[in-house]
């Protein structure tokens, strides 16, 4: 099995290049090859059980994605995108990146005629303001961003495409990622992870909100096995209906606090500082606090099973066990 | 107000240019100037009130939505697609002219500058089954066919480009008219109309589905009044979800029937023959039967009054008074 990666350079695109390189198989097929292809050039997993091709370049550039083709990967993977404050603040380059790149994917994989599985992540930023406490798969989707109006294009793209039989496509929604590894970032939506990561790493973090603001999260080791399963699931169980919203931990930051606690201590706790900031308190109203996403939990994809969990997660995969 | 109609030589675009140069004002504003574009020539219309311009061209082809701005139009409408049966067959050409050619028109108003009023004819084909008896406004979006994914698609970009303060759009999407004026079609919803105007104009039409079947419908007199009243609406009272479904007027095809020979007699309702296809049987199985939109009727929208009134209307407006 040939894989493909588009966007490897990204921190779910390295994850799940690790793990697929380390597994060396995929549902009991072995992996023949792996590709990651990004806007900056992916590192290439160590100890990889199969050759691996990195590659760069522009996927929007026309003749790039058709490149990408070249070895007919029976899986793709196309994580890549421009970030929502990013397609926000330039509209033309969301655009571009975001839609035409994944339209330019596409008829690439249709002129290659071989009918690959395409797993593509999309994100909650499809559904925007007011909608119900918990959100059902057949609510409807008003993006209030280009982003989110940029994913759920490209989910209905990737339905359409699917039902001609040009290609087999899921669109999955993935929930925020928390604990995000890395160094701090000003997205409205970094607190979750910097209020986690910064105290486990010994450092102090900036909480912007109320404790009441609930909200909707996945560990980045959630996130590949939402990837993995997708790749892996029966689509002849799916129907037409390709894009699922994943299932994920809804908290309130006062619960992520105290799992925070539970899981490594007051000592720790104690370096989350109070500073409320009424422009993203504002931000943050606007986002989704609970789903309630029943075909993907009867499709078999897995959430984490609790936020402790996804605090251990961080711990042990990012913290090598240990909590400054 | 200089006002555009693309897609002018289309049935609905032919008729709201009459009654617009018939008015010869909207929303109690002088109508300066008539534009009516479309791949055939449009007919102008009959002793309008104001200078009326007649273009070809296609839509698609780079530059040509540039030049439809030249007279900064205040309002447009857009009508111009082509239609599901076409776009379901040839893959390419629906992406081009009901994508491509709406996106690039959105990109010329935005270029243009001046945030004029679009309104966008979309369809009750945004919609595909499983679906409940009566699809409420917070229902998803699932289409099932490549024009349903197009009109949907081209919803979201107008959402988009509205709430970036590049037009002021608003999608409102049709029910199936009824009676449509003109020769028997092949399209699998033909019958709907076929079974009232042939029979009114003393020809024979074959109904091909059970009395059973339900569906959704409005006059062409009723979906000029929504295009006019979407041009005309307050859009401070509308917010970002710019999408509309439209009232209209739940029937099955036995009340249809029952509603002709009411109006025309049983003479008439007499030329009915019922020869059932399976074929038809099953795609009509899949479309919507009843909607409840709520807000299209909060904003103003009005549906025929009853399914009489429909058969009435078509007298009036096609037949001259007079049943044969």
């Given at each position: 099995m040939n894989i493909l990666i588009?966007?490897?350079?990204g921190m779910i695109g390295a994850k799940l290049a690790q793990r697929l390189a380390r597994d060396g198989t995929l549902n009991g097929k072995p992996i023949s090859s792996l590709s990651l292809y990004d806007v900056v050039p992916p590192a290439a997993p160590a100890a990889a059980k199969m050759p691996v091709k990195v590659m760069t370049g522009d996927?929007?550039?026309?003749?790039e994605a058709g490149k990408l083709m070249a070895d007919r990967p029976d899986l793709i993977f196309h994580l890549a995108a421009i970030v929502s404050g990013e397609a926000e603040l330039d509209f033309d380059k969301g655009y571009r990146i975001n839609l035409d790149g994944t339209r330019l994917l596409l008829e690439a994989i249709r002129a290659a005629g071989h009918t690959p599985r395409l797993v593509f992540t999309s994100s909650i930023a499809v559904f925007g303001a007011p909608f119900p406490e918990a959100i059902e798969d057949e609510f409807f989707n008003t993006p209030l961003t280009s982003y989110g109006t940029q994913k759920t294009i490209c989910e209905l793209l990737i339905s359409d495409y699917t039902r001609k039989g040009f290609l087999d496509g899921l669109s999955i929604r993935l929930?925020?990622?928390?604990?995000?590894?890395?160094k701090p970032n000003k997205?409205?939506?970094?607190f979750f992870s910097n209020i986690m990561r910064e105290p486990l790493a010994g450092e102090a973090a900036v909480l912007p909100?109320?404790?009441e603001v609930r909200h909707w999260h996945a560990s980045p080791r959630a996130a590949v096995g939402f990837l993995l399963h997708a790749a892996c699931l029966?689509?002849?169980?799916?129907?037409?209906?390709?894009?699922l919203t994943m299932p994920g931990v809804s908290v309130t930051v006062g619960e992520q606090i105290a799992s925070l606690r539970k899981v490594a201590g007051e000592r720790v706790a104690a370096r989350i500082r109070r500073e409320p900031d009424p422009f993203i308190e504002r931000v943050v109203?606007?986002?989704?606090?609970?789903?309630?996403?029943a075909r993907a939990l009867e499709l078999g994809f897995k959430a984490d099973a609790s936020f402790e969990d996804i605090i251990r997660i961080h711990i042990e995969d990012e913290l090598g066990g240990r909590v400054a």
């Open positions: 588009i966007g490897g350079a996927l929007p550039t026309p003749g929930p925020t990622i928390c604990v995000r590894p890395g997205a409205a939506s970094g909100v109320s404790e029966d689509t002849n169980t799916v129907g037409p209906r390709r894009a109203a606007g986002w989704p606090r609970n789903f309630a996403p």
